[in-house]
């Protein structure tokens, strides 16, 4: 099974340095929890910031920009987080600063406001603001060691595969992008995996997201941005179904813990 989507990075090369989800990821941001809200959207101020950020990445900018970071984008996060409905809480939100101690890249902070919400059950939603908007995001970004396995396994079944497949084309049928995530696809078949193996290009995967963009200003800045996000949501369910049953959430933390 061959698809056109799968190459592509459709979390954006930022995202990295936010979520680290299905490794089991570390958060050291505040908790929101399902409330009222008064979200409004995203004023016009919010993503200028993070295009400010992107030309002047020094804690001068961060410092001096600081009423326009609470006010426009952090703000308004909390607010649309805490109407998302319960099955879908809490949220935990990154913080803006990065951790650079096993990072090459030094910059002091990301190039967006993110959140994410695992599923005991393994599987994420995740939302983040940047220069370009508001992205949107379901799956699994990266898979831990224990859960590839699982998965492996699973996409071995062809039945299983199969139904993979079609969870697949209802999200790209409703209008999600299908990509692996933040890990690269193997080049080729996983060891001990035929090259000819019937489901090879979904053996080859080591996450697997469906996404979509906001990037409207005027939509942005409306409430209606709400009904787009949980539209994203819904439309990935058939991926994370799929992710929950077959795969898990991962047995083990991985990798280094952010400093808080």
Same mark, same amino acid.
């Given at each position: 099974?061959?698809?056109?989507? #799968?190459?592509?990075?459709?979390?954006?090369?930022?995202?990295?340095?936010? #979520?680290?989800?299905?490794?089991?990821?570390?958060?050291?941001?505040?908790?929101?929890?399902?409330?009222?809200?008064?979200?409004?959207?995203?004023?016009?101020?919010?993503?200028?910031?993070?295009?400010?950020?992107?030309?002047?990445?020094?804690?001068?900018?961060?410092?001096?920009?600081?009423?326009?970071?609470?006010?426009?984008?952090?703000?308004?996060?909390?607010?649309?987080?805490?109407?998302?409905?319960?099955?879908?809480?809490?949220?935990?939100?990154?913080?803006?600063?990065?951790?650079?101690?096993?990072?090459?890249?030094?910059?002091?902070?990301?190039?967006?406001?993110?959140?994410?919400?695992?599923?005991?059950?393994?599987?994420?939603?995740?939302?983040?603001?940047?220069?370009?908007?508001?992205?949107?995001?379901?799956?699994?970004?990266?898979?831990?060691?224990?859960?590839?396995?699982?998965?492996?396994?699973?996409?071995?079944?062809?039945?299983?595969?199969?139904?993979?497949?079609?969870?697949?084309?209802?999200?790209?049928?409703?209008? #999600?992008?299908?990509?692996?995530?933040?890990?690269?696809?193997?080049?080729?078949?996983?060891?001990?995996?035929?090259?000819?193996?019937?489901?090879?290009?979904?053996?080859?995967?080591?996450?697997?997201?469906?996404?979509?963009?906001?990037?409207?200003?005027?939509?942005?800045?409306?409430?209606?941005?709400?009904?787009?996000?949980?539209?994203?949501?819904?439309?990935?369910?058939?991926?994370?179904?799929?992710?929950?049953?077959?795969?898990?959430?991962?047995?083990?933390?991985?990798?280094?813990?952010?400093?808080?």
């Amino acid at each position: 099974m061959v698809r056109s989507g #799968l190459p592509r990075r459709t979390c954006g090369a930022g995202t990295r340095t936010a #979520l680290v989800a299905g490794r089991g990821a570390w958060f050291a941001g505040p908790v929101v929890q399902e409330g009222e809200s008064g979200f409004t959207g995203f004023p016009p101020e919010a993503t200028a910031f993070f295009a400010g950020l992107a030309e002047d990445g020094s804690r001068r900018y961060v410092t001096e920009h600081r009423a326009v970071l609470d006010r426009a984008v952090r703000a308004p996060m909390a607010a649309l987080l805490a109407t998302v409905p319960g099955p879908l809480q809490p949220w935990h939100v990154f913080r803006l600063n990065r951790d650079v101690r096993f990072s090459a890249d030094k910059s002091p902070y990301k190039p967006q406001h993110g959140a994410v919400h695992e599923s005991p059950r393994g599987s994420i939603a995740y939302v983040h603001l940047d220069a370009a908007g508001l992205l949107v995001a379901t799956g699994a970004y990266v898979l831990s060691r224990d859960q590839l396995a699982r998965y492996r396994e699973a996409v071995d079944d062809d039945a299983v595969a199969t139904a993979l497949g079609d969870a697949l084309d209802a999200v790209e049928q409703a209008g #999600l992008e299908v990509g692996p995530g933040g890990a690269q696809p193997l080049r080729t078949a996983p060891r001990g995996v035929d090259r000819d193996h019937p489901h090879v290009e979904l053996m080859r995967l080591k996450g697997l997201v469906a996404s979509t963009r906001v990037t409207d200003p005027v939509r942005l800045a409306s409430p209606g941005v709400r009904d787009d996000v949980l539209a994203a949501f819904a439309a990935g369910a058939p991926l994370t179904a799929w992710l929950d049953r077959h795969v898990g959430p991962a047995e083990h933390r991985e990798g280094p813990r952010p400093r808080p």
